[in-house]
């Protein structure tokens, strides 16, 4: 079955850089990929999709790209603030959008130092 | 309005108790979701119903029974627990289009403490 790997080190990073996290899948490419936000002691919270024909997907100062040779998606967060501080859990659909069986990441905790 | 909401956030019970934890969503959505999160912050689905018909029963013990009395409320029985079954349970909802993305909706999810 699938597997995601995602860097289970934390990311520490000033305030004003770039985070970029990645997540690595095993198996087959997924139709669509998805990144969500977690904060301490709250579920998780969508951010963005990407769909496997797109390379690359934004939504304000977030960036995700899905390269399927190489089997991997970065997360970027440009112009990061320390209200970015938290784990982001990357996701795919084993069903293809059919039953909505997402298979996650173990998640990279961001840290970001003002 | 809180869109998927569950009760209790905390529950600490006993080796051997049965208990259940509470799920609703006032989004409309088809489909609802149990999922497991262990200390390692590892998030495994366990169950799923679509307008209360069970369609994902991955590999969990029998003592879990999920039941959906409509398509707003999913709910999630637990029976004899164990030591194991300590950990964060989140309650989701979607709406599934076949072949279409479906973003899940999390609940706050439920601290289970087994001693």
């Known amino acids: 079955s699938q597997k995601i790997e995602q860097n289970s080190e934390a990311l520490n990073i000033q305030e004003g850089k770039t985070a970029t996290l990645t997540c690595n899948y095993t198996n087959y490419s997924p139709a669509y990929l998805q990144w969500y936000r977690q904060d301490p002691g709250r579920g998780p919270v969508f951010l963005l999709l990407i769909r496997e024909n797109e390379k690359e997907k934004r939504k304000e100062r977030l960036k995700v790209t899905f390269d399927t040779t190489l089997k991997q998606s970065l997360f970027h967060i440009t112009a990061s603030q320390p209200a970015d501080s938290a784990t982001y859990l990357c996701a795919l659909d084993e069903s293809s959008g059919n039953t909505g069986k997402l298979i996650f990441g173990q998640g990279t905790t961001l840290q970001v130092k003002p | 309005d809180t869109a998927v909401s569950q009760t209790p956030k905390y529950l600490v019970t006993q080796m051997g108790n049965d208990k259940s934890i509470k799920c609703e969503q006032n989004?409309?959505?088809?489909?609802m979701y149990w999922y497991k999160q262990d200390s390692k912050k590892f998030l495994k689905i366990m169950f799923s119903?679509?307008?209360?018909?069970?369609?994902i029963n991955e590999t969990v013990p029998n003592r879990f029974s999920p039941k959906s009395p409509d398509k707003a409320h999913l709910n999630l029985h637990i029976n004899s627990l164990e030591l194991g079954d300590s950990a964060v349970y989140f309650c989701?909802?979607?709406?599934?289009?076949?072949?279409?993305?479906?973003?899940?909706?999390f609940g706050p999810g439920t601290r289970l403490t087994v001693l």
């Open positions: 989004l409309g959505h088809d489909t």
């Open positions: 989701a909802s979607s709406q599934v289009l076949a072949g279409s993305h479906n973003e899940q909706f």
């Open positions: 119903y679509n307008n209360k018909e069970l369609i």
